[in-house]
């Protein structure tokens, strides 16, 4: 079935460097890949997405890459600041007749040290 | 601002028991999801709705089931709860609408099956 692979699964970075979470799909008809982050004891909230007719998408310090030919997608967060501390979630949306059903990686923690 | 919200925060059962989890949207959604999220696996769909009425299985719908008598309101059930079934439970909604795929989260249920 579908699936989708999320590495690291735990990030540490220092405040002001940059950090990248990479996930992998294996539904060549995904055309929908959001990114999610859930603080501690909070729900998860979308922070970018990106769709398949679109190659990178940037939000201030964050972006997105897509690379449809090698079914994988990025999240890039540059200037890392201590409340970005939290578990990324990524996922995709395969073709499912209409339904719009995600899949999600297994989430990657990311601890940013001052 | 869409509102997705749960019954209970936390919640403690014993093994065998029936138990239900209520989620409840107000922003007239029609699909509404029931996921489960455990440590290293990331967000699992156990069952999916995309009409009053109507259900579709997830990925894990075993020993689950689901109830969607009012648009806005969506139920997890329990049959005969298992320790194995300890976890956290997320529910989410979103509206049939090409344009919009992102899924709103409620805030959680944490369930402990002594």
């Known amino acids: 079935g579908e699936n989708v692979e999320q590495h690291p699964s735990t990030l540490s970075v220092q405040e002001g460097d940059s950090a990248v979470i990479k996930c992998t799909y294996s539904?060549?008809?995904?055309?929908?890949f959001p990114w999610y982050k859930q603080e501690l004891g909070k729900r998860p909230q979308l922070i970018i997405d990106?769709?398949?007719?679109?190659g990178e998408k940037k939000d201030q310090r964050i972006a997105v890459t897509l690379n449809k030919t090698a079914k994988h997608f990025s999240l890039h967060i540059t200037e890392t600041q201590p409340e970005d501390s939290a578990v990324y979630f990524c996922?995709?949306?395969?073709?499912?007749?209409?339904?719009?059903?995600?899949?999600f990686g297994a989430g990657t923690r990311l601890a940013v040290h001052p | 601002d869409v509102k997705v919200t749960q019954s209970s925060r936390y919640l403690v059962k014993r093994t065998g028991e029936k138990v239900f989890l209520e989620c409840v949207q107000d922003?007239?959604?029609?699909?509404m999801f029931w996921y489960r999220q455990d440590p290293g696996l990331g967000l699992r769909l156990i069952y999916f709705s995309y009409d009053v009425k109507m259900k579709e299985k997830g990925d894990i719908p075993e020993g689950y089931s689901v109830s969607r008598e009012k648009k806005e309101r969506f139920s997890l059930i329990l049959e005969s709860a298992s320790t194995n079934q300890t976890s956290m439970y997320l529910c989410a909604s979103l509206p049939t609408n090409v344009e919009q795929e992102t899924q709103y989260f409620g805030p959680g249920t944490r369930l402990l099956v002594l």
């Open positions: 922003m007239d959604h029609e699909n």
């Open positions: 996922a995709a949306s395969p073709f499912s007749g209409g339904y719009n059903k995600l899949i």
């Open positions: 539904d060549s008809a995904s055309n929908y």
């Open positions: 990106i769709r398949s007719n679109v």
